[in-house]
């Protein structure tokens, strides 16, 4: 009997779901507030992880800027404190767990405890498999997955003693659907998404309602990491648009951001095609980049 119950609840639940995001779309959504909180921004030297600074910056929180990039980060945490907004800025490697574990340590000592990580900082090697180094790989993953095991380790456990922040998963497109010469880089999104779903189902079961979490998912974006890129279906996003789109979903508490909005449907209707016509799908798409291939460098 609690079976049926189960499932009556799981349809009454859906269908207040499907209600709730229709009424949504006509009702603009609460955003948070997120002056003076503390916010931890990896990969912040350049590219999304520096335009999302920025935004936060001129929302007055309290930023904490990381990158392997010392210059990089500092101008941007200069940038920051012109908006108006407090910023340290830290050079560390994201693939280096001891480094991170100590950059913690440094980061609650001089400023606080982060209530807000975006897991921004990433490694792309563009190449087939046979042309990419065992190191390539091994970074690839390292900085895009592990990395993000061991920021969150670090940071969660002042997150869940007051019940409240926010764990920003940066991933991809890529972590939803493979691209051909990007199969260390589209892997490790794929579990990037999954850490972040698992993560969230995790905070549930524990009952920690008051920490947030959101995954960033675009298409390509025009950062420099990967060189010419273009699609036939997809644009090419500006780093700025992306930033607009994350920072909104994390005042809108928005699990998953699929730039742009409509990718989120379009991966939905791929899931009911059969092999054929994917195959097909990815002809017509024609995604092109830079890439190493047989040991020189080729558009694909």
């Not at 009556?8 to 859906?14: A, Q, V």
């Not at 280096?96 to 609650?108: C, D, F, P």
């Not at 999104?189 to 960033?216: D, M, Y």
């Not at 190493?292 to 080729?298: A, P, Q, S």
Request: proline share 3%.
């Amino acid at each position: 009997m609690n079976i049926v119950l189960d499932l009556l609840w799981l349809l009454i639940t859906i269908i207040y779901s499907y209600l709730e995001s229709l009424v949504k779309v006509f009702i603009p959504r609460t955003r948070k507030s997120v002056a003076g909180e503390i916010v931890l921004i990896t990969g912040a030297g350049h590219g999304i992880g520096r335009l999302t600074a920025y935004e936060f910056a001129k929302r007055k929180s309290r930023l904490v800027l990381w990158d392997i990039n010392k210059r990089g980060v500092e101008e941007t945490a200069a940038q920051c404190r012109k908006l108006g907004a407090t910023a340290h800025a830290f050079e560390v490697d994201c693939g280096n767990r001891e480094e991170i574990y100590n950059s913690v340590n440094q980061v609650k000592k001089e400023v606080g405890d982060v209530s807000i990580v975006v897991n921004n900082a990433g490694a792309i090697y563009p190449a087939d498999l046979l042309s990419t180094t065992d190191e390539e790989i091994t970074k690839t993953f390292e900085v895009n997955v592990l990395g993000h095991f061991w920021i969150t380790k670090a940071l969660l456990p002042s997150m869940m003693k007051r019940n409240h922040g926010h764990i920003v998963t940066v991933a991809s497109v890529c972590g939803h659907g493979g691209i051909p010469y990007l199969i260390p880089y589209c892997s490790s999104k794929f579990a990037a998404v999954g850490f972040h779903r698992t993560l969230t189902l995790e905070l549930e079961a524990l009952g920690k309602t008051g920490i947030k979490t959101s995954c960033l998912c675009p298409v390509f974006v025009n950062t420099g990491f990967t060189k010419n890129p273009s699609t036939r279906l997809w644009p090419v996003l500006e780093t700025d648009e992306v930033a607009r789109s994350l920072i909104d979903g994390i005042l809108t508490n928005k699990k998953m951001i699929f730039v742009p909005s409509y990718l989120n449907i379009s991966l939905t209707l791929v899931r009911f095609l059969p092999e054929r016509a994917l195959a097909a799908l990815n002809h017509i798409q024609n995604v092109q980049f830079e890439a190493v291939v047989g040991h020189k460098t080729k558009m694909k």
